[in-house]
């Protein structure tokens, strides 16, 4: 049973670890962190997932972007440790902070993922959105939190001011 709760700064360096293990060396080389450097990601929406020992099975984190200048959150990384995946966590991290981010007000969401996976929690191809080369459009992804909330959204993704 894994416990959700918000990441602590106490958490950083554990959750990067989870994130080394999870996946591929030369991540941070990825067009999506090129968005995040120097940009804090947004605290009430990073979350761990923890078991009953204190063992942690998943991470989530969003970080604030600019879409053709409008506000949008960049969802990532997600991850979950090996010995934990199969288990729906992945999901209840993404519905919980998707929920989360409704509750907020924030309008929409975009990330770079495989569309078969996200489509259940709402995600659909973004035409018209641009994130930095060299991403691959068919893999960026959005849903909106709030009626018509990609209506008129489009341009290049940029780091959010910081």
Known sequence: MFTLC????EDWWEVEALFDSCFAPGRGALS???LREDVVP???????????TGAMGGAIRYWPVRVGGAHALL????????TAQGEGLGGALIR???ARAREMGETRVLLVGDAP??????????SGVEMPPPTNPDRVLGVALQPGGWNGIAGHVTRAPG
Not at 75 to 82: C, D, K, T, Y
């Open 6 to 9: 918000t990441e602590t700064p």
């Open 32 to 34: 999506s962190y090129r």
């Open 42 to 52: 947004i605290a009430a929406l990073c979350r761990v997932a923890r078991d009953e």
């Open 75 to 82: 969802l990532g990384p997600v991850a979950v440790h090996p």
């Open 96 to 98: 919980d902070t998707l």
């Open 117 to 126: 996976y996200y489509r259940r929690f709402g995600f659909e191809r973004l």
